[in-house]
């Protein structure tokens, strides 16, 4: 059986508490958006973290996407009612 002190520094595996420690990291809001770019684009030596600051990036854009497609859907449909209630007065 093979032991991680074989593995290369770059290649070796993250442990569930090294995800959970970088998941809640990148959930501050401004420092952990600097870091997730940090890592996603170059600053992390392991593969292994590169790989899941990019997935965390992507699922980040991805709620932006589609908070920002509801908050305009809401205020598409409030100025409506309030053109509506503001054309009923004349």
């Given at each position: 059986m093979s032991s991680n002190n074989q593995?290369?520094?770059k290649y070796k595996p993250i442990s569930m508490w090294g995800y959970f420690g970088y998941e809640i990291l990148f959930s501050i809001p401004l420092i952990g958006f600097i870091?997730?770019?940090?890592?996603a684009f170059g600053g992390a030596s392991?593969?292994?973290?590169?790989?899941?600051?990019?997935s965390y990036f992507c699922y980040f854009?991805?709620?932006?996407?589609?908070?920002?497609?509801?908050?305009?859907?809401?205020?598409?449909?409030?100025?409506?009612?309030y053109i509506a209630d503001v054309a009923s007065y004349y």
């Open positions: 593995i290369p520094e870091c997730l770019l940090v890592f392991n593969i292994n973290l590169r790989n899941f600051a990019r854009i991805l709620w932006l996407v589609i908070t920002l497609v509801i908050v305009a859907i809401v205020m598409a449909t409030g100025a409506a009612a």
